[in-house]
């Protein structure tokens, strides 16, 4: 693809939440509801969607095609949907922001006659293009490269009756609100997103940096953490028993329509959500899975793309724990936390971590790690989070092996 249209490499896309709106001016929150009131009548109720704009003026250029074109796109035979899915992830892996050459290309791609809206201000000079950015966003789809994503899933969940439900997706929540407030106390800040499975959420991180994936990881201790805690004290059937998964993958993401717009609550699908929802599958009552990878993730200090595998990203976690000691839960301060792949002892003496391979019912297989969380407190109890490999039994897997 020409460089002219996306440099995608790490990229983060912008959002916009009720926050961000409330810190803008009077006169650019104006300009943001101008834009998206032009953008939603383009829109048409969710049967286009918006691929890419480019600045034009006291304006924008936006290229608007029907939804359903990129499905007609993947329905192509092998050969063909190959190279179309390709541009097009392409295209909506980085901002739908172009500058001129590459929002002509896209469009003749696609054969459709760009619009232009005309707008009361100049893009770029009286709003930024980053705010620009995240209005576009929500009428279009991202691609996300190798983003970090968790599943909690309530064990047993369709066996409670209704209000039992409503109240452990509550309590299931809470708990991700208060784990996340902590570590926003931490500065340890995350593009935090997250949307319901039914009997669950998946969590995902829209910044793709290492830093970023790693504090996903540990927005997931404290998760599974603060709802252990909360298990201990409440009463039956409040509280939901989780499992939980830990990938990183590629996944599509679109924004949620609530009523007759768009939300700034997105969903996400694709092979990452695929192999969650299969790993938890196998998954016992309170373990948790950890998908094997090996992607390309950026360095927050340099900028560097290097690629990272399971066992190299569980050494980053435990190299920065001590971000989240002195950290309080449930009243006591956190000493320390260990968290680390489960194995056994070799002849050899050394430790080998053990790998999973799971066939799923497609006849399909994929590998996991079993992990397992410690976490030390002064005044209080210890919180073990996960199995022991020795205490996995029921875990159903067809081979294991040794890494």
């Known amino acids: 693809m020409n460089d002219s249209i996306h440099d995608t490499d790490g990229f983060s896309p912008p959002v916009l939440d009720r926050a961000s709106l409330d810190e803008l001016s009077a006169a650019a929150r104006t300009y943001v509801e101008e834009l998206d009131r032009e953008l939603h009548r383009l829109w048409g109720l969710g049967r286009n969607i918006v691929l890419a704009w480019t600045p034009a003026g006291r304006g924008i250029r936006v290229l608007v095609i029907p939804h359903y074109i990129l499905g007609e796109m993947a329905a192509r035979t092998a050969g063909e949907a190959a190279d179309s899915l390709q541009f097009v992830d392409e295209v909506i892996a980085g901002n739908t922001l172009t500058d001129e050459e590459g929002f002509d290309t896209i469009a003749k791609y696609f054969g459709y006659e760009p619009k232009r809206v005309e707008l009361s201000f100049t893009p770029g ?9 995240a ?43 208060a784990s996340f407030s ?142 989240l000691e002195g950290m309080e839960l449930s009243g006591e301060n956190v000493e320390s936390i260990q968290c680390y792949l489960t194995g056994e002892r070799l002849d050899s003496g050394q430790f080998g971590v053990k790998r999973y391979i799971l066939r799923d019912k497609h006849g399909l297989s994929r590998k996991v790690y079993n992990a397992k969380v410690n976490i030390y407190r002064s005044g209080g109890g210890p919180i073990y989070l996960g199995f022991q490999t020795g205490d996995l039994d029921g875990f159903v897997y067809e081979t294991e092996e040794y890494v």
């Open 125 to 133: 000079e009286d709003l930024a293009d980053d705010l620009l950015e």
């Open 135 to 177: 209005v576009v966003r929500r009428y279009s789809i991202s691609y996300i490269r190798n983003g970090a994503v968790a599943l909690f899933d309530i064990v047993g969940f369709s066996l409670f009756s209704p209000l039992e439900q409503v109240t452990q997706l509550n309590s299931l929540a809470y708990s991700v609100n």
């Open 182 to 323: 902590k570590m926003l106390a931490r500065n340890l800040d995350i593009q935090f997103a997250r949307s319901t499975t039914g009997d669950g959420f998946y969590i995902w991180n829209r910044d793709r940096s290492v830093e970023s994936n790693v504090n996903l990881y540990h927005l997931m201790h404290l998760v599974l953490a603060d709802n252990a805690i909360a298990r201990s004290k409440g009463k039956a059937n409040t509280t939901p028993r989780l499992r939980a998964s830990f990938h990183v993958g590629n996944h599509y993401e679109f924004f949620q329509s609530e009523g007759l717009r768009p939300t700034v609550y997105s969903y996400i699908v694709g092979d990452v959500t695929i192999e969650l929802a299969r790993m938890i599958d196998h998954a016992l009552p309170g373990q948790i899975v950890v998908g094997d990878f090996h992607v390309d993730m950026r360095e927050n200090d340099t900028g560097a793309i290097k690629r990272i595998g399971t066992s190299e990203f569980i050494e980053r976690t435990r190299q920065s724990l001590s971000n």
